[in-house]
């Protein structure tokens, strides 16, 4: 079992519903946050993974780390970031999971079938960003 460590800065973005238009025939596409943060993710992916992507079964740990609201007292700011209250509210975490599995099928793995575990947790963080640890099991295993 090999592991793999990122830490991409970007805040993360949770998949929200396709949109569609209608020409020349009904086509479905991301809304433009969504297209941007797949975009930036894969960018930032491929930029430090260079290999081709994994084809064996793959664990994931994802970390997403989303800013904390600028209308809080400075108490509940340093409770947040210290991890003593977590993200409870919206997006749900598996909306986060989703788009960023999508953005990183192609780059990091050929396909997000390869995933055979996935653990994943929501914080809060100066410094929004994902963190992903990625074990691949080598081809003799």
């Not at 086509?27 to 960018?43: F, G, I, N, S």
């Not at 081709?52 to 994931?60: D, F």
């Not at 340093?78 to 986060?96: E, F, M, Q």
């Amino acid at each position: 079992m090999t592991e793999y460590v990122f830490n991409l800065p970007v805040e993360p973005v949770a998949q929200m519903r396709p949109r569609f238009t209608r020409r020349p025939y009904v086509h479905a596409y991301d809304p433009v946050k969504v297209k941007r943060y797949k975009e930036a993710l894969a960018w930032y992916a491929q930029d430090r993974w260079m290999a081709s992507p994994a084809t064996g079964p793959i664990k994931l740990q994802l970390r997403f780390f989303r800013p904390v609201q600028k209308s809080l007292s400075k108490t509940e700011h340093a409770r947040r970031l210290s991890g003593v209250h977590r993200p409870i509210v919206k997006p749900d975490l598996d909306n986060y999971i989703k788009s960023t599995l999508d953005a990183l099928t192609g780059v990091l793995w050929a396909d997000d079938n390869a995933i055979i575990k996935i653990e994943a947790e929501k914080f809060y963080s100066d410094q929004p960003r994902v963190e992903i640890v990625m074990e691949v099991e080598d081809d003799d295993e």
